[in-house]
């Protein structure tokens, strides 16, 4: 009998019920037992009522935890509950491509030798919101997230994403997602790097679930911000992200004695790439010019 499969879903503000529909009248294509687990991380009373009679679903479990912990805390939570080998992580804005989403990763585990990690990717709707606010969020995502496996393999580590994997629960148990990161980014970087210290083999596939969460500018900016503390933390606790593209070009600028000067030049840039970047016509460049400056600032 074929190893059965446990669904992680971290849930925050969110209505949840779509998504577990979906996963559910697919069950069957995975040749085993399926199980969804939903670990609520303290969301607004509103959502908590929303998702709660999921937890009478055949198949699924829900659970509330009493505060919030994080995406890395909750991610490892879940892993520990999953009475199943395979596990797919999920974040609780994505929505299914179709209706062969968990067959192709049934099929992907039969192929030998079989990897212990495969990566399906993130799409975004081709056309930009409605909403001018949500501008920058989708124009981020189609140009920096939405890409092929064969891209994305060329550096299987460095792009992992830990939103739509499916991973073998030994692997998450042995290298957890690191708690010491708070807020939001570069928990999946660390574990994508330290698998690549350790030889795991990540197979990237075209499996890709849709973004259906998109943030408002100013809230992105604020995670983005996050991210980048989270990622000179590692950096400087463990040496981890030393070959991204940010930090590759802040070591160049300290190598060649412009930080200084580059980070003066940022900083007095800094609200017309706000102002930019909170219109509805952003540029990424001004994001990446932003993402240096508090780079420089943070080592």
């Known amino acids: ?20 529909g979906s996963l559910r009248a697919q069950a069957s294509d995975w040749p085993g037992e399926v199980e969804i687990i ?13 998702n709660r009679p999921l937890a009478a679903l055949p198949g699924v479990r829900y659970e509330e935890l009493p505060a919030n912990v994080g995406r890395a805390a909750i991610r490892n939570q879940l892993a520990a509950k999953a009475k199943h ?17 968990l067959a192709r990763y049934a ?34 995502g189609r ?12 550096e299987p580590g460095g792009q992992l994403s830990i939103n739509n994997a499916l991973v073998k629960k030994e692997l998450v148990l042995k290298f957890p997602l690191d708690e010491r990161l708070s807020g939001y980014g570069h928990e999946d970087t660390r574990f994508g790097l330290e698998l690549a210290r350790a030889g795991v083999v990540v197979r990237h596939l075209d499996n890709s679930v849709l973004h259906d969460g998109l943030e408002p500018a100013p809230i992105f900016l604020e995670k983005s911000h996050q991210a980048v503390r989270n990622l000179a933390q590692v950096l400087r606790t463990d040496g981890l992200g030393a070959d991204t593209r940010l930090v590759r070009t802040a070591a160049r600028l300290r190598r060649v004695g412009l930080a200084g ?16 970047l909170l219109s509805a016509r952003p540029s990424l460049r001004a994001l990446d010019a932003l993402k240096l400056r508090w780079l420089l600032t943070e080592l």
């Open 85 to 101: 080998s395979w596990l797919l992580l999920l974040d609780n804005d994505s929505l299914l491509p179709d209706e062969q989403f």
């Open 38 to 50: 939903l670990l609520d991380d303290k969301s607004a009373e509103n959502y908590q009522r929303l």
């Open 261 to 276: 000067v580059a980070g003066a030049a940022l900083a007095a840039l800094e609200p017309a790439l706000r102002r930019n």
């Open 1 to 20: 009998m074929r190893a059965g499969l446990s669904i992680l879903i971290p849930v925050f503000n969110r209505n949840v019920a779509a998504l577990v």
């Open 143 to 154: 140009a920096r997230e939405m890409r092929p496996a064969a891209a994305r393999q060329r």
């Open 107 to 140: 099929q992907a585990t039969t192929v030998k030798p079989v990897a212990m990690l495969f990566v399906g990717g993130t799409t975004y709707l081709p056309t930009p919101p409605a909403d001018p606010g949500l501008h920058l969020r989708w124009l981020y």
